[in-house]
């Protein structure tokens, strides 16, 4: 283009059904970035706007409208893929994967910073071993005699440990529709930290354990989350006195007639 500017990528999709329930402002969220300059200036968010900024505060962006009248250049011709870019969805899925590692290091709460999580596992004995041996590319040929449950499962995913940003990580393979991510291994000092952030702070929304876990598995990965996740909002103060009670109706005594008696 004239002034030096050329798209990356186009893409585009039609709402959800949950979404197309949602308000006019929250439409405008999702199909005009004209009000991603108003999200960042909202002055005390709550629940799913509140979610919505801490998911866009992960990338360091700048929003800068351009009106439609402006967007001639988008026509058929110039959309029109070209023949000769064979390495283009190549390219898409590397700018995805890239997205998924910078949201998966990038931790922005007051409960848990990159600084702490790196010291942690450093300071912890299974993920330092871990570290050693990524560092120095010699992994034993088995799992040393005497490890631990966690130091065990590790060792059987030493394919999918890396070392990310100066944290450990580990892959989580891409599937049907979800690109290739990394989660932060998360030391066993900073789980509750990091639970507390994902379901009990402004932004968790004390879910259930399915959405706490969801959440939990796109960012952190540890030995035996799940259990823990479902232990957690079992154990929740605030969950259980919302959780409703089903109302029963008391038993009642019913007397059993003889053959043919009649009342």
Not at 25 to 41: A, P, Q, V
Request: charged letters at 25%; a positive charge.
């Amino acid at each position: 283009m004239d002034d030096g500017k050329h798209p990356v990528a186009y893409a585009s999709r039609t709402l959800s059904k949950p979404e197309r329930n949602y308000c006019a402002t929250r439409r405008e969220l999702l199909t005009d970035h004209n009000c991603l300059i108003w999200l960042k200036n909202f002055k005390e968010p709550q629940g799913q706007v509140a979610r919505w900024m801490e998911r866009l505060a992960e990338f360091d962006m700048v929003i800068e409208h351009r009106p439609g009248k402006r967007h001639s250049n988008a026509d058929a011709m110039s959309r029109r893929p070209c023949g000769q870019c064979a390495d283009g969805p190549e390219r898409i899925s590397q700018l995805r994967q890239a997205g998924g590692v910078a949201a998966a290091v990038a931790i922005n709460s007051g409960e848990v910073s990159m600084p702490e999580m790196e010291q942690c596992q450093t300071e912890t004995s299974d993920t330092s071993t871990v570290l050693n041996w990524i560092r120095s590319a010699s992994w034993p040929g088995k799992c040393p005699a005497g490890a631990g449950l966690e130091l065990r499962s590790f060792w059987r995913q030493k394919r999918s440990l890396v070392i990310r940003d100066g944290l450990l990580c580990r892959i989580r393979q891409a599937r049907a529709w979800k690109p290739e991510t990394f989660q932060v291994v998360v030391p066993w000092k900073l789980r509750n930290n990091v639970l507390t952030m994902l379901h009990d702070s402004a932004v968790g929304g004390h879910f259930g354990a399915r959405r706490t876990l969801e959440k939990a598995r796109q960012r952190f990965y540890w030995p035996g989350m799940k259990k823990d996740a479902t232990l957690w909002c079992r154990r929740c103060h605030r969950c259980g006195a919302r959780r409703c009670q089903k109302q029963r109706a008391p038993l009642v005594c019913s007397e059993t007639g003889y053959p043919m008696q009649r009342d």
